[in-house]
């Protein structure tokens, strides 16, 4: 598949999908560039089933995707953060219950964290900017950023690993 359009402010191209079953698992993998208005990034994602256990492994890697293209298409209400116009590389991994998804399927989206038994995060940043609140006077420069952790426990509580932030 060449060009698919969303609907949305982005579109994919250049798509790839592989479907692997093994004695003990299922394995579905996809990888696109991602072109948003004049940028484009690239995704790469894998979904492993394993049957003995009942569980889904969702990973997500991605890179050269700016958040400020993402932000404003999940979130056209800002808040205080009004950009992230920053480069970033990553990885995001959950391990979901697929048992319990499919015993309670109506309560997945009110309560993802009952379901999702850890997610481990991943990411690197490069130079760009972020902006709070309506002024550029607080707009500031990143040069760099990693962070590395996980969410655990219903996803209420957040462990980092690594963190490091160079301005």
């Known amino acids: ?12 191209t250049d798509m790839d999908f592989a479907f692997e079953r ?10 696109s560039a991602v072109r948003f ?9 894998t979904l492993k089933y394993r049957l003995l ?8 890697n991605f890179s050269d995707l700016v958040i400020t293209d993402l932000y404003d298409i999940l979130m056209p209400e800002k808040g205080d953060i009004r950009m992230v116009d920053i480069p970033v590389n990553g990885r ?14 109506r309560h997945f989206a009110d309560n993802p964290g009952d379901y999702i038994k850890d997610v481990s995060f991943a ?10 609140g309506d002024s550029e006077d607080f707009d500031y420069d990143v040069s760099s950023f990693n962070l590395e952790g996980q969410l655990h426990g ?5 462990k980092i690993e690594n963190a490091a932030f160079d301005f």
């Open 1 to 12: 598949m060449t060009e698919a359009e969303t609907g949305q402010q982005f579109t994919f």
């Open 22 to 31: 093994g004695i003990a698992d299922i394995i579905i993998r996809a990888d």
């Open 37 to 45: 208005e004049n940028r484009t990034s690239a995704l790469d994602m």
């Open 53 to 60: 256990n009942d569980e889904v492994r969702y990973t997500l």
């Open 92 to 105: 995001l991994s959950a391990l979901i219950d697929f048992g319990k998804v499919l015993k309670d399927k």
């Open 123 to 132: 990411i690197e940043g490069g130079r760009g900017k972020i902006g709070f």
């Open 154 to 158: 219903g996803l209420d509580k957040v």
